[in-house]
């Protein structure tokens, strides 16, 4: 008895998995095979002994409701794609989720699954898995004294203080007494991303503008430099590692850097549930980069205006010095709430 194609489901399964089981009839009603498998051809579905379940398709692809002999692929209103091979054929599953079909002709990739927000755990499970598969780990020393030196898992890079996991908590420590390994001259182990027109730099696994992606660095963030050429710096970015054209980038060295220390407040009070915006530039209508609550800490470089200079949580950027309290008082009174969000 000829049965038909069937396709597992995206429901059950992350990637498509097409067996061939011979060619395509209009039949209907529910049919037990030799293998143990039920064919319920009303509900177009298959079951294998194992309970996996699939789509029961005819040679075309299409549901065995509207047959064709036609062989290839078909692309699927629910984003799947399914193949119609010979009998000589067979469907191969790949590690990475692909598949791959004896002449090695057609390959398809797992549909995408649909984008969420992450919790903050979910978060770094997937940048550790990412640093992990690429076996990019960027090993840093912390100098406590002269002859001692602790290794630390970085949190964020600033060109003055970087947060860190140290004795079992998060800690800000100064930048400069943080060392890795780097083949980058002593003026260019840190960079800032210089990205004004688009808001950021593509990080790439190799020295090509066709390269993989490995991750967005949006506009004044800090990266760590590990190395640079002429066209493309090697950097690290929250633990992951690749590959940013040298013209994206603004270099620094790591030393002792003169600093004020404060946090973001309104007034010069905090009160609960107030943020306010950091900006690429220290000018009304540049790009708004992030939102921080009250009492977050930042560290003050220099005053332009109304304007300070500042690191916060792994950006080098500028805020409103009116937003800014420094040992309890603010840096400067407000007269007005622009960069506020209420």
Same mark, same amino acid.
């Given at each position: ?43 177009? +579905? ?9 789509? +029961? ?48 002709? +057609? ?236």
């Amino acid at each position: 008895m000829k049965k038909g194609f069937i396709r597992r489901c995206w429901s059950l399964a992350a990637a498509l998995c097409l067996l061939q089981l011979g060619g395509a009839g209009a039949e209907t009603g529910v049919v037990h095979d030799e293998d143990g498998g039920v064919w319920d051809y009303d509900m177009g +579905i298959y079951t294998d002994a194992e309970g996996n379940q699939y789509e +029961i398709t005819d040679d075309s692809g299409a549901p065995v409701s509207s047959s064709s002999s036609e062989a290839g692929t078909r692309q699927n209103a629910d984003g799947s794609i399914t193949i119609i091979t010979g009998e000589q054929d067979s469907v191969v599953q790949n590690a990475d989720g692909s598949i791959t079909v004896d002449s090695e002709t +057609i390959q398809v990739l797992p549909k995408e699954e649909e984008s969420k927000p992450l919790t903050y755990e979910e978060w770094q499970a997937r940048i550790d898995a990412i640093a992990d598969k690429n076996g990019r780990v960027t090993e840093t020393f912390y100098r406590k004294s002269q002859n001692e030196m602790i290794p630390v898992t970085v949190i964020y890079v600033g060109l003055a203080r970087s947060m860190v996991h140290l004795n079992g908590a998060e800690q800000l420590v100064d930048t400069c007494d943080l060392i890795w390994s780097t083949e980058a001259p002593e003026d260019k182990v840190l960079a800032v991303i210089n990205a004004p027109k688009n808001g950021q730099a593509k990080m790439r696994a190799k020295t090509s503008t066709k390269a993989m992606v490995l991750d967005t660095c949006r506009t004044n963030r800090v990266v760590r430099v590990l190395k640079v050429g002429k066209s493309w710096a090697f950097v690290d970015h929250n633990g992951i590692r690749g590959y940013i054209q040298t013209a994206s980038l603004t270099f620094f060295a790591n030393e002792r850097t003169a600093y004020e220390t404060g946090y973001i407040s309104v007034k010069g009070k905090t009160p609960k549930g107030e943020t306010v915006f950091i900006r690429s530039a220290p000018k009304n209508g540049s790009r708004h980069l992030e939102e921080y609550p009250v009492k977050t800490p930042v560290t003050i470089f220099s005053a332009e205006g109304d304007w300070l200079e500042i690191d916060v949580e792994g950006w080098h950027c500028y805020i409103l010095a009116k937003y800014v309290s420094l040992n309890g008082d603010p840096v400067s009174q407000p007269d007005s709430d622009e960069d506020l969000d209420h």
